[in-house]
């Protein structure tokens, strides 16, 4: 069965951007593959190297990720800086990377540019540390976003190089599977974009009922529509794409009807809306309440994706060793 790896960022809390536009996939992927996901801790110290509470975000993106519907039982979940192996193969990567290419990668030059005091060699070498988490399962594809795309290349690249250069077919090139292609585009709350982290724009996974509403009747709206069929501005369709999502097709388009006939009342569909939003969000919040009460079961997931994780890894290892003229 082909392999998927996906590297999961713990940076703050899931909101429906994420749910509609990657995990929604993920689950669904899982069954079709053979799927590891992790979650990128070490990738995190080329940005902030004083990480706050690093332990507590992985675990609160564990559980979300458990909640929507990741089976580890299924898939391989499991935490990157658990996987020491990869270490071994980042360091080989290393050897093998030019300076003038990894000085080239657009992302690390814009990072460069962010963070001027901290130009570290991590940064530099973030794509032999991709590389390696990649290369380590022999993964076939990675779900990617387009920012990624040139990462994914420099891994292509390394797994040819060394292919090339040890005269074996040893790694698969890895191919990038392109979510959101395919994904919805979640919009914002604040009339125009995508939903993302900013402020007042998102609606989190772990968000109450009253927090829901309270986003939702704040979303930017405008006087409504003059002529009958007319087009819909920008905030209006964001929260119609909303209503596409998680209502009923009836519900849509009872709405969409109204605002065709010029007598939507927006405070009633953003009722509707938040109504169902929560409905939506209602079970996985509590999965993830649950989920995240119980340390011990985390824990033993975190520990069993190791494991799973381990029995590869540590076998591309040892090959790799053994290629190379190490002792295996
Ligand atoms: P982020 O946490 O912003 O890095 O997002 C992680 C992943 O979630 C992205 O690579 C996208 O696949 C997905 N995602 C985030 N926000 C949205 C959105 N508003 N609409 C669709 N997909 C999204």
Same mark, same amino acid.
């Given at each position: 069965?082909? +392999?998927?790896?996906?590297?999961?960022?713990?940076?703050?809390?899931?909101?429906?951007?994420?749910?509609?536009?990657?995990?929604?996939?993920?689950?669904?992927?899982?069954?079709?593959?053979?799927?590891?996901?992790?979650?990128?801790?070490?990738?995190?110290?080329?940005?902030?190297?004083?990480?706050?509470?690093?332990?507590?975000?992985?675990?609160?993106?564990?559980?979300?990720?458990?909640?929507?519907?990741?089976?580890?039982?299924?898939?391989? +979940?499991?935490?990157?800086?658990?996987?020491?192996?990869?270490?071994?193969?980042?360091?080989?990567?290393?050897?093998?990377?030019?300076?003038?290419?990894?000085? $080239?990668?657009?992302?690390?030059?814009?990072?460069?540019?962010?963070?001027?005091?901290?130009?570290?060699?991590?940064?530099?070498?973030?794509?032999?540390?991709?590389?390696?988490?990649?290369?380590?399962?022999?993964?076939?594809?990675?779900?990617?976003?387009?920012?990624?795309?040139?990462?994914?290349?420099?891994? $292509?690249?390394?797994?040819?190089?060394?292919?090339?250069?040890?005269?074996?077919?040893?790694?698969?090139?890895?191919?990038?599977?392109?979510?959101?292609?395919?994904?919805?585009?979640?919009?914002?709350?604040?009339?125009?974009?995508?939903?993302?982290?900013?402020?007042?724009?998102? +609606?989190?996974?772990?968000?109450?009922?009253?927090?829901?509403?309270?986003?939702?009747?704040?979303?930017?709206?405008?006087?409504?529509?003059?002529?009958?069929?007319?087009?819909?501005?920008?905030?209006?369709?964001?929260?119609?794409?909303?209503?596409?999502?998680?209502?009923? $097709?009836?519900?849509?388009?009872?709405?969409?009807?109204?605002?065709?006939?010029?007598?939507?009342?927006?405070?009633?569909?953003?009722?509707?809306?938040?109504?169902?939003?929560?409905?939506?969000?209602?079970?996985?919040?509590?999965? +993830?309440?649950?989920?995240?009460?119980?340390?011990?079961?985390?824990?033993?997931?975190?520990? $069993?994706?190791?494991?799973?994780?381990?029995? @590869?890894?540590?076998?591309?290892?040892?090959?790799?060793?053994?290629?190379? @003229?190490?002792?295996?």
């Amino acid at each position: 069965m082909e +392999i998927v790896l996906s590297g999961i960022r713990p940076t703050g809390n899931l909101h429906l951007g994420n749910y509609f536009g990657a995990v929604r996939s993920f689950v669904k992927l899982q069954h079709d593959y053979r799927c590891y996901f992790f979650i990128a801790d070490w990738h995190s110290l080329t940005t902030h190297p004083r990480p706050e509470n690093i332990r507590q975000s992985v675990k609160t993106i564990l559980a979300e990720y458990l909640a929507c519907g990741i089976d580890p039982e299924v898939a391989t +979940i499991y935490v990157q800086s658990d996987l020491t192996e990869t270490l071994e193969l980042y360091l080989y990567m290393n050897m093998n990377a030019y300076l003038g290419e990894l000085q $080239r990668v657009t992302s690390f030059k814009e990072k460069a540019r962010k963070q001027p005091d901290n130009i570290n060699a991590g940064l530099l070498t973030y794509p032999c540390l991709m590389a390696a988490d990649i290369l380590i399962h022999r993964a076939h594809y990675v779900p990617v976003g387009k920012d990624q795309e040139q990462n994914m290349e420099m891994a $292509r690249k390394f797994a040819r190089r060394f292919n090339i250069m040890y005269e074996r077919e040893f790694f698969p090139e890895p191919a990038s599977f392109h979510l959101s292609e395919k994904a919805v585009k979640v919009p914002g709350l604040n009339g125009s974009g995508k939903m993302g982290k900013s402020d007042g724009n998102a +609606i989190y996974l772990t968000d109450d009922e009253k927090t829901i509403k309270r986003k939702i009747m704040r979303a930017v709206t405008d006087t409504g529509p003059q002529e009958p069929n007319s087009a819909k501005p920008e905030a209006v369709a964001n929260l119609f794409a909303l209503l596409e999502l998680v209502s009923e $097709r009836d519900t849509y388009d009872c709405f969409n009807e109204q605002y065709n006939l010029c007598n939507i009342r927006y405070g009633d569909l953003k009722k509707q809306l938040a109504y169902d939003v929560n409905l939506f969000c209602a079970p996985i919040r509590e999965r +993830i309440l649950e989920i995240s009460s119980n340390s011990a079961q985390l824990e033993r997931v975190a520990r $069993r994706g190791l494991e799973k994780a381990r029995a @590869g890894a540590s076998k591309t290892i040892k090959e790799v060793r053994e290629i190379l @003229g190490f002792r295996s």
